[in-house]
């Protein structure tokens, strides 16, 4: 029996290339790797979020965990973030990173190769927003949010997209979720 793979995200025809939706990188295309798990926002569930968030986030300090494609990153660089640290430890992941903040001339991202988990348990670096979306039913999304609250400024929100409904562990309240296809997501805030 064949394993089913799913198929690759495609913008504008291209497949593995996403779109930055808004701000000052509106409508440039990244390209990323093909690579199990990894399955960017998509371009209406990424819209829904930054609703969520208020479109801008002049100076924010943010956090992409499990960057991957750098989608949500990117996307919040766009939008006047003032530095989000890129955590991804796979080597393809990480070049094509570097590749788009190239591009962009995002200067305001750092890209670190590193393991999500371990970082965060040696990290003391807070954020206004942390973006945890882990590869596709992985289940590190969990295991993440017990570590959250420490590195989140006060008032400061996480956003989750992961297979399974997402539940607010304690010190935490979900602000907003929904649905999108087999993927659930939520923006949490600290309490």
């Given at each position: 029996?064949?394993?089913?793979?799913?198929?690759?995200?495609?913008?504008?025809?291209?497949?593995?290339?996403?779109?930055?939706?808004?701000?000052?990188?509106?409508?440039?295309?990244?390209?990323?790797?093909?690579?199990?798990?990894?399955?960017?926002?998509?371009?209406?569930?990424r819209e829904t979020l930054f609703n969520w968030l208020g479109q801008d986030l002049p100076g924010w300090n943010c956090l992409d965990l499990f960057a991957g494609s750098g989608a949500l990153?990117?996307?919040?660089?766009?939008?006047?973030?003032?530095?989000?640290?890129?955590?991804?430890?796979?080597?393809?992941?990480?070049?094509?990173?570097?590749?788009?903040?190239?591009?962009?001339?995002?200067?305001?991202?750092?890209?670190?190769?590193?393991?999500?988990?371990?970082?965060?348990?040696?990290?003391?670096?807070?954020?206004?927003?942390?973006?945890?979306?882990?590869?596709?039913?992985?289940?590190?999304?969990?295991?993440?949010?017990?570590?959250?609250?420490?590195?989140?400024?006060?008032?400061?929100?996480?956003?989750?997209?992961?297979?399974?409904?997402?539940?607010?562990?304690?010190?935490?309240?979900?602000?907003?979720?929904?649905?999108?296809?087999?993927?659930?997501?939520?923006?949490?805030?600290?309490?």
């Amino acid at each position: 029996m064949l394993a089913k793979r799913a198929a690759p995200h495609r913008a504008h025809g291209v497949a593995n290339r996403v779109r930055i939706i808004g701000g000052q990188y509106r409508r440039r295309l990244l390209d990323f790797p093909g690579s199990a798990g990894l399955r960017p926002t998509p371009d209406r569930v990424r819209e829904t979020l930054f609703n969520w968030l208020g479109q801008d986030l002049p100076g924010w300090n943010c956090l992409d965990l499990f960057a991957g494609s750098g989608a949500l990153g990117f996307e919040a660089a766009s939008r006047g973030a003032g530095r989000v640290v890129m955590i991804e430890r796979e080597r393809a992941a990480l070049d094509a990173l570097e590749k788009n903040r190239v591009v962009l001339g995002a200067n305001q991202v750092d890209i670190l190769r590193a393991d999500a988990l371990a970082w965060l348990a040696s990290s003391r670096e807070t954020f206004d927003l942390i973006f945890v979306d882990p590869p596709f039913d992985s289940g590190l999304a969990e295991g993440v949010l017990a570590d959250l609250a420490r590195h989140l400024k006060p008032g400061g929100q996480a956003y989750v997209e992961q297979g399974a409904a997402v539940q607010a562990p304690p010190g935490f309240i979900i602000q907003r979720s929904g649905r999108a296809g087999r993927s659930h997501f939520a923006l949490l805030i600290k309490e």
